[in-house]
């Protein structure tokens, strides 16, 4: 994958966009050619083209015992996702988790319990489930504000101890930066847009479903009712296309992606701490993923990383800069030479 440069700035900001890289953009252009030329011939195959690309998502997520289905966004695909449910259902959702989480069960008057998003977020979760007993427990992998990660093994082993608990994630800002085997995770849902760690551009969103979720006492649902539920209207297949594209790349990196963020990881940790400017919440977690939440209650380090070139985002009462695997350590020391001059 090659990507654009531009030597005047540094791009921290993969958790808000993960940036569009040549071989995707020439792809998209001979698509779009084509579709100028053929019109509405292009589309004649395209029920085949879905359900291949449907195929290369199982293959790549080990979707063994489950489905594969399409949506324009994580928030589209949980909508209509929590729109199907019946009767009373109780979610458990993290407080400042992905806000399309909390409105989508808040739309559909159903009962949500909020748990405390703190450094013990994992014994949090365990003290109310087992205190509130939901029917459901909705949770990014990747918390978007801070990058906290989800413990997989822990949410594995509360599945276990909690039958009546199904879990629903978002993989948003998760899928794409390591291996992952939906058929041995905790998971019933997995949704996850494709536009961050996916590097397949904006519009395409999928649902990884197992099909035991399909018995729920709150869906009742065969494969087939589900899917006229969820993938509504016309596929988008310059937006499916990109996916399929990015997918066969990153199936051949994959390994090396996750070993690269998980060094990247660590290194970014060890500075930040060293100038003090680690989240404490932060510092105690075995593992954390490459985003990182710098305190910015005013906005002035915001706007003194703007003004160095420093492309990040603003998200909570902080600054969020995410790596990826094209960052290098020469920018992140760059990065870090900018923050000790804020502190100057």
């Not at 900001?13 to 509405?40: C, F, Q, T, V």
């Not at 985002?313 to 760059?334: C, M, P």
Request: overall charge positive.
């Amino acid at each position: 994958m090659r990507f654009y440069e531009d030597p005047s700035t540094i791009y921290l900001d993969s958790a808000k966009a993960g940036p569009m890289y040549y071989e995707l953009h020439d792809w998209r252009n001979k698509y779009e050619k084509n579709s100028l030329i053929k019109k509405s011939q292009i589309r004649e195959s395209h029920k085949d083209d879905v359900i291949k690309v449907e195929k290369n998502l199982s293959k790549f997520f080990n979707v063994k015992t489950g489905d594969v289905f399409f949506s324009n966004s994580f928030s589209r695909g949980f909508h209509s996702l929590v729109s199907q449910f019946k009767g009373e259902p109780s979610f458990l959702v993290l407080e400042n988790d992905y806000p399309s989480i909390s409105e989508a069960i808040i739309k559909n008057n159903f009962n949500i319990i909020y748990v405390k998003n703190d450094l013990y977020v994992e014994e949090n979760i365990k003290i109310a489930v087992e205190k509130y007993q939901p029917d459901f427990l909705v949770i990014s992998v990747i918390q978007w504000i801070d990058g906290i990660k989800i413990d997989l093994n822990f949410l594995k082993k509360l599945k276990s101890n909690n039958n009546q608990l199904s879990i629903i994630a978002d993989g948003t800002q998760f899928c794409g930066t390591c291996e992952f085997d939906f058929n041995n995770s905790p998971f019933e849902v997995l949704i996850s847009s494709g536009y961050k760690w996916m590097l397949a551009g904006y519009g395409v969103a999928f649902l990884l479903v197992k099909k035991d979720f399909y018995k729920n006492k709150f869906l009742q649902l065969n494969c087939s009712e589900f899917k006229k539920a969820i993938d509504i209207g016309h596929y988008d297949m310059l937006a499916i296309g990109s996916l399929e594209f990015s997918l066969k790349k990153l199936s051949t990196i994959i390994n090396k992606i996750e070993k690269k963020l998980h060094d990247l990881s660590k290194y970014v940790k060890v500075e930040l701490e060293n100038i003090d400017m680690l989240d404490s919440k932060i510092k105690m977690r075995k593992s954390h993923s490459t985003i990182y939440n710098i305190s910015d209650p005013k906005g002035r380090l915001y706007q003194h990383l703007i003004s160095n070139n420093i492309i990040c985002s603003q998200r909570g009462t902080g600054v969020r800069v995410s790596f990826n695997f094209f960052n290098t350590k020469d920018e992140i020391k760059k990065f870090i030479k900018i923050l000790k001059s804020f502190n100057l």
